[in-house]
């Protein structure tokens, strides 16, 4: 069965920082890894996908990486703002289309 | 483009109703959904598999009988939460499966079901 865990499950940064998220997958047989954004009581918003033969994604400030044979993936956000605060979930597909979802990491930036 | 949608954004019911949620592909047509259910700071959480013209696949622990899924076309699916409980009470969120090539899920806004 595959689990995802992220690390940490909360942090909080004054604004300007970088931010660091991180996620791991036991199962490396995966097709694709996918960061997401939810806020408060909201859906999902998709950041980044990163197909398994990739190493790297990027989207403006947000970077995405992935080492499948380790099982890790770290999302950066360059110069943090407010407005970034959210709840980050990583998700890898697998399987029979399966997305196992980590439990999140809930992000207050600080003005 | 790849926009789901979900009806009702929420709905509040009383113990032992029934509710109905739809899940819809507005531009592309979905093979595969996916009903999720998300507990407060909680994960999301896979329910069951839809397929479009066949039975949907639930995960273990998921009662079939009380969450009745229905893929009857490529752009939507159903989910009945049958004589509904206060426990049953969550955010329900559908996915759908594109046929791109990029296996990507497309996730609708959710359903907020609160069973008083």
């Known amino acids: 069965k595959q689990e995802v865990t992220q690390i940490p499950a909360a942090l909080s940064v004054p604004e300007g920082e970088n931010l660091v998220l991180n996620c791991s997958f036991t199962?490396?047989?995966?097709?694709?890894l996918q960061w997401f954004r939810q806020d408060p009581g909201k859906g999902l918003t998709s950041l980044l996908l990163?197909?398994?033969?990739?190493r790297e994604q990027t989207s403006g400030r947000l970077n995405a990486s992935l080492d499948k044979s380790s099982g890790r993936s770290t999302l950066y956000i360059a110069a943090s703002q407010p407005g970034d605060s959210a709840t980050y979930l990583c998700?890898?597909?697998?399987?029979?289309?399966?997305?196992?979802f980590g439990k999140g990491n809930q992000v207050v930036v600080i003005p | 483009g790849a926009v789901v949608s979900q009806h009702p954004s929420w709905v509040i019911c009383k113990s032992g109703t029934s509710v109905k949620i739809e899940c819809r592909s507005l531009d592309f047509q979905a093979t595969t959904m996916f009903w999720y259910r998300q507990f407060p700071k909680q994960s999301l959480m896979l329910m069951a598999t839809?397929?479009?013209?066949?039975?949907?696949?639930?995960e273990q622990g998921v009662e079939k009988d009380k969450f009745l899924i229905n893929h009857a076309s490529l752009t939507l699916s159903t989910l009945t939460v049958t004589s509904a409980h206060p426990e049953d009470s969550s955010f329900y969120i559908c996915?759908?499966?594109?046929?791109?090539?990029?296996?990507?899920?497309?996730f609708g806004p959710g359903t907020r079901l609160t069973v008083t």
């Open positions: 839809s397929n479009e013209g066949s039975k949907a696949t639930y």
């Open positions: 998700a890898v597909l697998y399987g029979n289309n399966r997305l196992a």
């Open positions: 199962d490396s047989a995966i097709y694709n």
């Open positions: 990163i197909q398994s033969s990739q």
């Open positions: 996915s759908a499966l594109t046929s791109s090539g990029r296996y990507e899920q497309y």
